[in-house]
């Protein structure tokens, strides 16, 4: 969501395993294809914290210690044997850029950052190097129905065919829903999904929609 708030399509997301070589490979294909790839998770003191050095070894570069980094670990873990665990999130991959955040750094290495895993970590350190990332808006339509989408689909994929600059997206809907089709339109240009709409409209029948707080 905070992507896209800032004009950035999301391409793909992938969940992978504590494994070095996996993350590496998947990092050097994401790389090549996108602008900006971000990791969450494993930047930790614990053995399967492995982010670090998995987006090193994608790089083919070396791990080295940031001292400010280290500097600020050593202040929080005063117990040397603690320390020696604490220090290992010090050591980033050569060239990376450290942003500090209060409670974790933002660590970036070319087009890829890296971000805590814990929920709450990640969105305080995103929110700090969030005006870094901006694109063209997205517009956005929707409009809501009470019929089934084999009543749509053959009107949609039409509309679809006529507007090839926008997106248009239908989500049917159970339960309690007040409506049982979503149907969304989506693009950069707003009088394009002005015009999907229009002619999305044009072809349903008054009686199928209806508000979403009906």
């Avoid at 995103?126 to 009107?155: C, N, V, W, Y």
């Avoid at 149907?183 to 072809?203: F, H, L, P, Q, Y």
Wanted: hydrophobic content about 45%; glycine content about 4%; proline content about 5%.
């Amino acid at each position: 969501r905070a992507l896209r708030e800032r004009g950035i399509d999301v391409k793909e997301i992938r969940i992978i395993d504590d494994d070095r070589k996996t993350i590496a490979t998947a990092l050097r294909e994401l790389a090549n294809q996108v602008t900006f790839v971000f990791t969450t998770g494993g930047i930790g003191p614990t053995h399967d914290d492995i982010t670090l050095e998995s987006v090193a070894e994608a790089f083919n570069c070396a791990l080295v210690r940031n001292q400010e980094l280290a500097t600020r670990f050593k202040e929080r873990v005063r117990d040397p044997k603690r320390q020696i665990a604490a220090l290992r999130m010090a050591d980033v991959p050569e060239g990376s850029t450290v942003t500090m955040v209060e409670f974790a750094p933002v660590i970036q290495k070319e087009n890829v950052t890296i971000l805590p895993g814990v929920p709450i970590l990640m969105r305080n350190c995103f929110a700090a190097i969030a005006s870094e990332f901006h694109g063209a808006p997205f517009f956005s339509d929707a409009i809501f129905l009470k019929t089934s989408e084999s009543a749509i689909a053959t009107h949609l994929s039409q509309v679809q065919a006529n507007h090839p600059q926008v997106a248009i997206g239908s989500y049917p809907q159970f339960g309690d829903s007040p409506y049982r089709v979503k149907v969304t339109v989506d693009s950069r240009d707003n009088e394009a999904v002005k015009a999907a709409m229009e002619a999305i409209s044009i072809g349903l029948q008054a009686s199928w929609l209806v508000r979403p707080e009906e």
